[in-house]
């Protein structure tokens, strides 16, 4: 069983930052990739950033610049760094890893984080 946990969400003024963090933790030997989704109101859950277990890393077009994404693999940790935050940014977000267990490689969720960006 795997399970990962999100931190770090809140209300934030546009203009601001946030971080948001996930740590996985459970029965598995490797995490791979480990990515960031969101999914606002009324909207299909997309792909906000990724990064590789060996650093590469990818971009939405509509955060690249504004979002920073990070990871320890020593500490199956992945951090979501948030500045420049916009109201449009407001979701729920969702940290995602592949790992690869006994029986091959399988993909876990966490059970996401509210980030609300209002004045």
């Known amino acids: 069983q795997v399970q990962l946990v999100e931190s770090g969400g809140g209300l934030v003024q546009p203009g601001g930052s946030l971080r948001l963090s996930c740590v996985a933790s459970?029965?598995?030997?490797?995490?791979?990739?480990m990515d960031w989704y969101r999914q606002a109101p009324g909207k299909e859950r997309e792909s906000v950033a990724g990064?590789?277990?060996?650093?590469?890393?990818n971009y939405a077009d509509s955060v690249k610049g504004r979002f920073t994404i990070s990871r320890d693999n020593a500490k199956n940790t992945v951090w979501l760094q948030m500045n420049s935050l916009k109201p449009e940014d407001t979701a729920v977000y969702y940290c995602?890893?592949?790992?690869?267990?006994?029986?091959?490689?399988?993909?876990?969720w966490g059970q996401g984080t509210q980030v609300t960006v209002s004045s």
């Open positions: 990064i590789t277990d060996g650093g590469s890393t």
């Open positions: 995602h890893a592949r790992l690869i267990g006994a029986t091959g490689p399988f993909g876990s």
């Open positions: 459970g029965r598995f030997f490797v995490v791979d990739t």
